[in-house]
T-cell receptor
Framework: SAVISQKPSRDICQRGTSLTIQCQVDSQVTMMFWYRQQPGQSLTLIATANQGSEATYESGFVIDKFPISRPNLTFSTLTVSNMSPEDSSIYLC?????????FGSGTRLTVV | GENVEQHPSTLSVQEGDSAVIKCTYSDSASNYFPWYKQELGKRPQLIIDIRSNVGEKKDQRIAVTLNKTAKHFSLHITETQPEDSAVYFCAASLRTGNQFYFGTGTSLTVIP
C-alpha cells in the first residue's frame, strides 16, 4: 500500500494563527482527501484535492478557512487558518491505493 | 450526501466470543464499503472491504456481509482476542477514487 508521510505530527498553536499540514505520498495518486477527527469522534471529510484544480469542499468547510494546495500528484497541504480552540482536532490525509484507502499518521492540533 | 449510521457505539465481549457491528447507508448508489480499525492514538487501518457485486467476504476471523436491498452491511469478528480491542469505523463510497463517508464508530473491548 501507499506510504504517506504527514507533518507535523502534533502542534500547539495560538488562536488567530495558521498552521499548514503537509502530506507526501510515495506514489502518484489522482485524489487526496483531508479529514478531521475530533476527540472521540468519527472522521469527517473536509475536502478532496485534485492536482491541477481547486479542491472540492464538503458542506460546512470553506476554502478561506481550510485552503488546500495540490501542486503535484504526490503532495498536498492543508492550512487551518485563523485558528480558534474549536479547531483543536486530529487532521488526516488519505489516498486510494491498491489496498483501498490509506491514511497518514495524523496531525494532532491543539489551539490555545 | 451519503449518511452512514453505525451501531452499537460501544461493545464489550468476552475473549473467544463473536462481535458484530452494523451499519446502514442512505445512498443506494454507494457501491464500496470498507471497514477500518483504529487503535488509540494511531491512524485508521483498513481491515476488510466489500463491493456491491458480492454479498459476503471473509478474511480469517473477519467477515463482512452486505444487503444492498436493505442498505446495510455488517462486520463480524469471530474468536475475538484482546488485540481486537479498538474503535471500528464503517464507511460508504459511491465508487473507488471518490470520497467516502464514515460511520460514527464502535468502541470494541475484548475482555480477557
Amino acid at each position: 500500500s501507499a506510504v504517506i508521510s504527514q507533518k507535523p505530527s502534533r502542534d500547539i498553536c495560538q488562536r488567530g494563527t495558521s498552521l499548514t499540514i503537509q502530506c507526501q505520498v510515495d506514489s502518484q495518486v489522482t485524489m487526496m482527501f483531508w479529514y478531521r477527527q475530533q476527540p472521540g469522534q468519527s472522521l469527517t471529510l473536509i475536502a478532496t484535492a485534485n492536482q491541477g484544480s481547486e479542491a472540492t469542499y464538503e458542506s460546512g468547510f470553506v476554502i478561506d478557512k481550510f485552503p488546500i494546495s495540490r501542486p503535484n500528484l504526490t503532495f498536498s497541504t492543508l492550512t487551518v487558518s485563523n485558528m480558534s480552540p474549536e479547531d483543536s482536532s486530529i487532521y488526516l490525509c488519505s489516498v486510494e491505493d491498491t489496498q483501498g484507502y490509506t491514511f497518514g499518521s495524523g496531525t494532532r492540533l491543539t489551539v490555545v | 450526501g451519503e449518511n452512514v449510521e453505525q451501531h452499537p457505539s460501544t461493545l464489550s465481549v468476552q475473549e473467544g466470543d463473536s462481535a458484530v457491528i452494523k451499519c446502514t447507508y442512505s445512498d443506494s448508489a454507494s457501491n464500496y464499503f470498507p471497514w477500518y480499525k483504529q487503535e488509540l492514538g494511531k491512524r485508521p487501518q483498513l481491515i476488510i472491504d466489500i463491493r456491491s457485486n458480492v454479498g459476503e467476504k471473509k478474511d480469517q476471523r473477519i467477515a463482512v456481509t452486505l444487503n444492498k436491498t436493505a442498505k446495510h452491511f455488517s462486520l463480524h469478528i469471530t474468536e475475538t482476542q484482546p488485540e481486537d480491542s479498538a474503535v471500528y469505523f464503517c464507511a460508504a463510497s459511491l465508487r473507488t477514487g471518490n470520497q467516502f463517508y464514515f460511520g460514527t464508530g464502535t468502541s470494541l473491548t475484548v475482555i480477557p
